[in-house]
């Protein structure tokens, strides 16, 4: 096997810097568990004083790889146990029909507090039910990343979502509202301009909201803040990857869409009321480079009878585009 070593000056390399440290030509192999690295790019041998670090490279490569073989028959999780794959377990909170699901007790201890629910200690309190999940998810865990899957448990048999089944959320993404057969990441930065199939925008929800074919309603949330792959792509199956450890939460399955919303909202809080003035029409672009831009389009608003109640700036009335600041050369205090 061979394994490429990044060009960098800080680790002794004696390639020049002009060589890219990322080779242009890089093949990997999944092969029995086994994560093969192989630099199609061949490079001169570096030289003796980095010889140190290609060892140390060497011994973390085999460390890896010994820990992806001990795959074979399990996961290995962060806790050590080995204990890696399965249904999860569960405990109800909230009210009726809402329940926690955690891999295992290590992992329910292990998971941060929760920033989604208004009480935090509403997530790990539970209450007294007879109730028992209808949908029991599963999971599998890998080199300290979690994988859930929401499946429907009938007879001890796990079977997906009824055919037909309608998916939705996934947080602020482009594109359809439904959802269905999309693959989402909650990784989130500056939206330059997106599109139809813009992956991420301003906002991570790790949320989804599943349409029976019989008009029932199922939430599942995914607890964590850290980067999460939603796949909806397989059909009635939905699936949470993000580092572990992390619960999921799900409400219902309820008679109706509604229904789960208004669970949901009881744990996560509502949306403040607005005031009045801003259910009007807003207008926003970027950008308007002076106050006089911005008053010459209000007067024109007035002038053409367009109601407009709100109008946005972005980020050239700012001092060097500093926030809590104003151009005063252009925007007059």
Not at 205 to 211: C, E, K
Request: aromatic share 12%; with cysteine; proline share 6%.
């Amino acid at each position: 096997m061979e394994v490429f070593s990044f060009g960098c000056s800080s680790y002794c390399c004696s390639w020049s810097t002009t060589v890219p440290a990322i080779p242009s030509k890089f093949a990997s192999t999944l092969n029995h568990h086994l994560l093969l690295l192989r630099n199609t790019n061949t490079r001169p041998f570096p030289s003796s004083q980095s010889l140190i670090t290609l060892r140390r490279k060497r011994r973390f490569c085999e460390k890896f790889l010994a820990k992806m073989a001990n795959y074979e028959g399990k996961t290995v999780t962060s806790d050590g146990t080995g204990v890696s794959s399965g249904k999860m377990i569960y405990k109800p909170i909230l009210g009726d029909g809402v329940f926690r699901f955690d891999c295992s007790v290590n992992d329910r201890d292990a998971a941060f507090p929760s920033i989604s629910f208004v009480n935090s200690r509403d997530r790990d309190t539970p209450i007294t039910s007879d109730k028992v999940p209808v949908y029991t998810p599963t999971f599998e865990c890998l080199l300290e990343q979690q994988v859930v899957k929401l499946e429907k448990l009938i007879e001890f048999v796990s079977e997906q979502f009824p055919t037909g089944t309608s998916l939705y959320g996934t947080g602020e993404a482009s594109g359809q509202l439904e959802r269905t057969g999309k693959r989402v990441f909650t990784w989130n930065t500056d939206a330059y301009g997106y599109g139809p199939e813009t992956m991420s925008l301003y906002q991570s929800h790790p949320w989804v909201l599943a349409i029976l074919p019989n008009g029932e309603a199922l939430g599942i949330l995914a607890d964590t803040t850290k980067r999460c792959e939603i796949d909806l792509r397989k059909e009635s199956t939905i699936q949470f990857v993000a580092p572990s450890s992390y619960p999921v939460i799900t409400f219902g399955p309820f008679a109706s869409p509604t229904a789960v919303l208004i669970s949901l909202s009881k744990a996560i809080g509502t949306v403040f009321m607005p005031p009045k003035w801003s259910l009007g029409y807003q207008q926003c672009r970027w950008s308007y480079m002076s106050d006089q831009r911005v008053l010459e389009v209000a007067r024109t608003f007035r002038k053409k009878s367009i109601p407009c109640d709100v109008i946005w700036m972005d980020i050239d009335y700012m001092d060097g585009f500093r926030c809590f600041t104003f151009d005063k050369a252009c925007y007059s205090p």
